[in-house]
């Protein structure tokens, strides 16, 4: 089940290496989290392992990455806000290569309790104690383990009872590529209480081309009639791993409303697993991938109904390009008992070019009576009497493109509320679409 | 790129042999059309009426095999499609094609855009844009929202035609294709669909209507009327023509194929 990977060594003398922390706790956790990843070793693509049956991860396992020391490149706001989400009007928090960049962040002035993890193990919270761990276990997932063995820096953000936070937080992962490969651990934890409401930007961005592996891991609890609208986005570098999970709780009548952008990776891969268990909870999961050149983007995101009278909704679009491959697994589980579920899944692809693979999986499982599920995956390409028609009208096949690209793309970016966010998403699309051109 | 004085002929289309996937649709079109002019090509289901007309706009999938198009003085078949409609072309679609996300107002203004453009003049501010697409959208009665929507979709059937002859009217070609534009359309669509194409016509331009049907003819008079029947130009005459069709059908006209 394992696979022995050449880079691995690297990990274990980096684990080593890894200063011992203050907080027992901590020390206790990173040693079994790191027994676990020994344990679990990197997942392979072996006949039966459904979730990694379509992304070999075996070239991350091979390539030799040393955890990002110091000193931390420098990084100017003014490069920051070219390339990755800013306003003033947030709450920003800053990441470098892994490492929590005060100069550049401003958790004062929200509503919310927002502190670092380093900040909360020095103060040995114990709040951190109970929640940390608990939806994202690392004993069952090998990831998770790795993240949680190296957990250093990372951010915690609790909602108080009945607080709605004005502010979106924008929480941004970026990193500097160096000569020498190397691997961050970011790590978010979100607590929502009773019927408080906050929203959460969470961005992933390479600053320039290189190789490098981002191993994240964000765990969120949503307590009874809490709301968190959450959006993810991908943007890390051409030669870039990414390999990220979001574990997702949700207390009776909560909202998990989630979309996920991604545009640029080298191989890229998102789990996404949402339990619903209180009754009345629902999830709208909305998701864009755009893939392009060599790149590999899977996203893999599993729907547990436990409890009656949920609601789900999962609908992603793809985009695909170049010699890229896209997986798509969206599985919806209807538990025993959890009646009136009601739960629609839907993965739709627009296939540019004859080399590019989209392998789209939606499946379902249903242990429950009296409920609507339904569930669906297309792929199609564009045909030539729509470009012919947009040619009679004037339009080069530049422009053509452009425009029926950006229509399908657009379903999924309208669904963003927050004017500056969309205006972002949009230019992130947008921006490599000129170029493009149909051939016929 | 030639252009031609008002006296000579806007197309003249000569000897044209045209096929799709290896079969011959087109066998010896010649046909002549000044500006001012509007013509009407009749004939019975797979005469190639339809084809005559795409094959004009530049329809990639047709091959022609023999004979020539020339438009304002030039080789018309040397053009790319979008080429033809920035010099002046446009072909209103028998069944106008739905591009979900494109909103109308984008795609609408990106087409007059690119025109203007080849004419070497600016692109439209977002303000001169509107005001053209409203006074345009009075033509055929095409409700704002319309034009907010994504291009054709969910659109009624007459809704599509009648977005294809806003279109027509906002992009002002010199000669205008109407495949089939009125089958499916009950008599109010047609009325609407036929007072936007007159309020289109002028002495510079031409029309082209593909039509199964003598009905449109009621609305649109025509100059020339010709009756196509398996790839050839059967018979042609003045409107006269098509009520004799509507009439008598198209069988009596397969004897007057010319060999």
């Known amino acids: 089940m394992t696979q022995t990977p050449v880079g691995y060594s690297t990990y274990e003398l980096d684990f080593e290496r890894l200063k011992k922390d203050s907080n027992k706790w901590v020390e206790s956790l990173r040693t079994e989290a790191w027994l676990s990843f020994k344990n679990l070793g990197f997942p392979t693509a072996r006949k039966g392992n459904e979730p990694w049956k379509y992304t070999n991860v ?28 800013w306003s003033n009007d947030w709450t920003n928090i800053v990441f470098v290569n892994g490492r929590f960049m005060d100069d550049l962040s401003n958790i004062d002035g929200t509503e919310a309790q927002v502190s670092t993890l380093n900040m909360a193990f020095s103060e040995n919270s114990k709040d951190i104690e109970e929640a940390l761990g608990k939806t994202a276990k690392w004993k069952e997932d090998a990831f998770i383990a790795l993240n949680t063995a190296f957990i250093q820096d990372g951010v915690y953000i609790k909602v108080p009872q009945n607080i709605k936070v004005e502010k979106p937080i924008n929480v941004l992962f970026l990193t500097m590529p160096k000569d020498e490969p190397e691997v961050s651990y970011p790590r978010i934890l979100i607590d929502c209480q009773a019927n408080s409401q906050l929203t959460v930007y969470e961005s992933y961005i390479g600053m320039t081309d290189g190789k490098y592996f981002t191993n994240s891991v964000s765990e969120i609890t949503l307590r009874e009639g809490s709301l968190l609208e959450h959006v993810r986005i991908m943007y890390e570098s051409e030669e870039s791993f990414h390999i990220g999970t979001s574990r997702v709780s949700q207390a009776s009548s909560s909202k998990f409303n989630s979309k996920v952008f991604e545009r640029r990776v080298g191989l890229g891969r998102f789990d996404l697993l949402t339990n619903l268990e209180g009754p009345q909870s629902s999830c709208d999961l909305n998701g864009l991938y755009f893939t392009s050149g060599q790149q ?33 697994g969206g599985t919806v589980y209807v538990q025993p008992g959890a009646i009136k579920t009601d739960s629609r899944q839907e993965d739709k692809n627009l ?53 029926l690209i950006f229509g399908f793309a657009s379903e999924i970016i309208e669904k963003i509320d927050d004017g500056h966010l969309r205006d972002y998403i949009e230019s992130l699309f947008l921006e490599s679409l000129p170029s493009y051109k149909f051939e016929f | 790129m030639k252009t031609s004085d008002s006296k ?21 079109i010649s046909l002549t059309i000044n500006r001012g002019e509007v013509h009407a090509i009749m004939g019975p289901n797979g005469s190639g009426k339809s084809t005559l007309a795409n094959i004009i706009a530049g ?28 010099e002046g072309v446009f072909l209103a679609f028998q069944y ?75 992009l002002d070609p010199t000669l205008a294709l109407l495949d089939e534009t009125d089958s499916g359309l009950d008599i109010d669509a047609l009325r609407i669909v036929s007072e936007g194409v007159n309020r289109v016509r002028t002495p510079d331009n031409a029309f082209l209507l593909v039509t199964h049907y003598q ?25 006269a023509l098509a009520l004799q069709l509507e009439e008598r059908g198209y069988e009596w006209l397969r004897e007057e194929i010319p060999t």
């Open chain 1, 296 to 328: 590999h983007v899977d996203n893999y995101i599993n729907i547990d109904h436990k409890e009656p009278h949920a609601t789900s909704r999962l609908y992603y679009k793809g985009i695909l390009d170049g010699k890229s491959r896209a997986v798509f």
């Open chain 1, 351 to 403: 296939v540019l070019s004859p080399d590019a693979e989209i392998d789209s999986k939606p499946a379902l499982f249903i242990w429950a009576d009296d409920v609507v599920c339904g569930h669906g995956a297309t792929a199609g390409n564009i045909d030539q009497d729509t470009v012919f028609y947009m040619r009679s009208r004037g339009l080069d096949l530049e422009t053509a493109s452009r425009l």
């Open chain 2, 215 to 239: 009905r449109i003819l009621n609305y649109i008079t025509p100059d020339f009327v010709h009756v196509l029947v398996e790839g050839k130009i059967a018979r042609s005459g003045d409107s």
């Open chain 1, 58 to 85: 075996k070239t991350i396992a091979e390539t030799p990455v040393i955890l990002g020391s110091h000193p931390v490149p420098n990084v100017s706001l003014n490069e920051i806000s070219e390339i990755a989400p």
């Open chain 2, 96 to 170: 106008p094609v739905e591009l979900p996300g494109v909103r109308s107002w984008q795609f609408l203004k990106s087409s007059v855009d690119a025109i203007r453009l080849h004419k070497g003049e600016k692109e439209l501010s977002v303000r001169e844009f509107d005001k053209l697409l409203d006074s345009k959208r009075d033509f055929v009665d095409m409700d704002q929202d319309l034009v907010r929507r994504s291009v054709n979709e969910g659109f009624s059937g007459g809704e599509k035609k009648r977005n294809e002859i806003l279109q027509l009217a906002l």
């Open chain 2, 59 to 86: 329809r990639p999938e047709y091959t022609i095999t023999k004979g020539t198009i020339d438009y304002k003085g030039n080789n018309l078949l040397d053009w790319d499609p979008e080429t033809r409609a920035r």
């Open chain 2, 8 to 28: 000579s002929p806007l197309l003249k289309v000569s000897e044209l042999h045209a096929s799709v996937e290896g079969v011959e649709i087109l066998k010896g």
